[in-house]
């Protein structure tokens, strides 16, 4: 279109201009923008971490109690009470558990009026204390110094007599789309515990004569192709059973309900890289790092009894939807 009072070119030459100039400013403002980028590196874009979340899988236990551990590793200077107030301090931060103090489970053992040795004590000692679980530990194997290593078992009693052992994989969302973020470590120890239940059904027993190989052939014989024993354990047993009309018969059992054991060290890469992301997500302000953690033996324990917890509750369906986290490298949050 001709703009009046103009020639013929130089309209066209005006509306050039008007189409160019859009497209000179959206160039200016890329490149001041992403010089705006260059110059600040990456403080702009945040650090994104997924910090992991445990709570308490087991609605029947709520109140515990922790003991003082029992050292019985090489190193005479561990205490107990310092393994006991660091395993106790982690399991209070779990949603769902009430933790009984420590100071009062020592004053109530000296009441108790007898040593604990069997599983059977420690049941009456739980309910002594009026709690649902006592956890009993011990230390197997420690050294103080660089690269420090501490070996650790723990033995949870239930009150109640009835509440029989929870395999690890119990509540686990298995046959589900969940299932693929099940950590493969627990995949593993339900199977090989699954496995050894099932061979238990298979062992002979003890003080009973062995049959002849002719009588063995003989009870083959009748035995139908593919059957199994009535008690055979199989994977529904992972999936816990619904509710019924009447409570189930009374069974007592002794042993512990959930136990674990498991050794850490500090020259282990997956060890150190689970305590830098530790760290990560403390605010601590003091000099060294997540690498100061392996000089400073209260804090290499307390680490350890954090990834035992978490084991422990994760491999019986304690893990919880990560959080997500959005950190920019500024100020405190710089890492």
Same mark, same amino acid.
């Given at each position: 279109?001709?703009?009046?009072?103009?020639?013929?070119?130089?309209?066209?030459?005006?509306?050039?201009?008007?189409?160019?100039?859009?497209?000179?400013?959206?160039?200016?403002?890329?490149?001041?923008?992403?010089?705006?980028?260059?110059?600040?590196?990456?403080?702009?874009?945040?650090?994104?971490?997924?910090?992991?979340?445990?709570?308490?899988?087991?609605?029947?236990?709520?109140?515990?109690?922790?003991?003082?551990?029992?050292?019985?590793?090489?190193?005479?200077?561990?205490?107990?009470?310092?393994?006991?107030?660091?395993?106790?301090?982690?399991?209070?931060?779990?949603?769902?558990?009430?933790?009984?103090?420590?100071?009062?489970?020592?004053?109530?053992?000296?009441?108790?009026?007898?040593?604990?040795?069997?599983?059977?004590?420690?049941?009456?000692?739980? =309910?002594?204390?009026?709690?649902?679980?006592?956890?009993? &530990?011990?230390?197997? %194997?420690?050294?103080?110094?660089? *690269? $420090?290593? /501490?070996?650790?078992?723990?033995?949870?009693?239930?009150?109640?007599?009835?509440?029989?052992?929870?395999?690890?994989?119990?509540?686990?969302?298995?046959?589900?789309?969940?299932?693929?973020?099940?950590?493969?470590?627990?995949?593993?120890?339900?199977?090989?515990?699954?496995?050894?239940?099932?061979?238990?059904?298979?062992?002979?027993?003890?003080?009973?004569?062995?049959?002849?190989?002719?009588?063995?052939?003989?009870?083959?014989?009748?035995?139908?192709?593919? =059957?199994?024993?009535?008690?055979?354990?199989?994977?529904? &047993?992972?999936?816990? %059973?619904?509710?019924?009309?009447? *409570? $189930?018969? /009374?069974?007592?059992?002794?042993?512990?309900?959930?136990?674990?054991?498991?050794?850490?060290?500090?020259?282990?890469?997956?060890?150190?890289?689970?305590?830098?992301?530790?760290?990560?997500?403390?605010?601590?302000?003091?000099?060294?790092?997540?690498?100061?953690?392996?000089?400073?033996?209260?804090?290499?324990?307390?680490?350890?009894?954090?990834?035992?917890?978490?084991?422990?509750?994760?491999?019986?369906?304690?893990?919880?939807?990560?959080?997500?986290?959005?950190?920019?490298?500024?100020?405190?949050?710089?890492?």
């Amino acid at each position: 279109m001709r703009v009046p009072g103009t020639s013929q070119r130089e309209s066209d030459n005006l509306s050039v201009g008007r189409t160019a100039c859009p497209q000179r400013a959206a160039v200016w403002w890329g490149l001041m923008w992403g010089s705006l980028v260059m110059a600040s590196g990456c403080a702009l874009f945040p650090d994104i971490r997924h910090k992991p979340q445990v709570i308490n899988p087991f609605p029947q236990i709520e109140s515990v109690a922790v003991l003082p551990f029992f050292n019985q590793s090489e190193e005479p200077t561990l205490s107990g009470e310092r393994v006991a107030l660091a395993y106790m301090n982690e399991l209070q931060q779990i949603r769902g558990f009430e933790v009984l103090p420590l100071g009062a489970v020592k004053v109530k053992l000296q009441e108790f009026g007898r040593p604990l040795t069997t599983g059977e004590d420690f049941q009456s000692f739980a =309910q002594f204390l009026g709690v649902d679980a006592v956890l009993v &530990g011990s230390v197997t %194997d420690y050294d103080p110094y660089y *690269p $420090p290593r /501490m070996t650790m078992k723990v033995n949870w009693y239930a009150a109640n007599p009835a509440f029989h052992p929870i395999p690890v994989g119990y509540g686990i969302p298995w046959g589900t789309k969940e299932e693929k973020k099940i950590p493969r470590w627990v995949h593993y120890e339900a199977q090989r515990e699954l496995a050894a239940e099932q061979l238990k059904t298979q062992e002979p027993v003890m003080g009973e004569l062995n049959a002849s190989q002719e009588e063995w052939a003989a009870i083959v014989a009748h035995e139908v192709d593919g =059957q199994l024993p009535p008690d055979w354990p199989d994977p529904n &047993g992972f999936i816990p %059973d619904g509710p019924v009309p009447t *409570p $189930p018969p /009374m069974r007592p059992q002794h042993a512990p309900i959930i136990s674990h054991m498991r050794s850490f060290n500090g020259h282990d890469e997956d060890f150190t890289e689970q305590l830098a992301e530790y760290f990560y997500f403390r605010d601590d302000a003091r000099f060294g790092g997540w690498q100061a953690y392996l000089q400073r033996s209260e804090d290499f324990i307390r680490f350890c009894c954090y990834l035992h917890l978490h084991e422990t509750l994760i491999a019986r369906g304690g893990r919880d939807k990560s959080r997500l986290i959005l950190r920019w490298p500024i100020d405190r949050y710089s890492r």
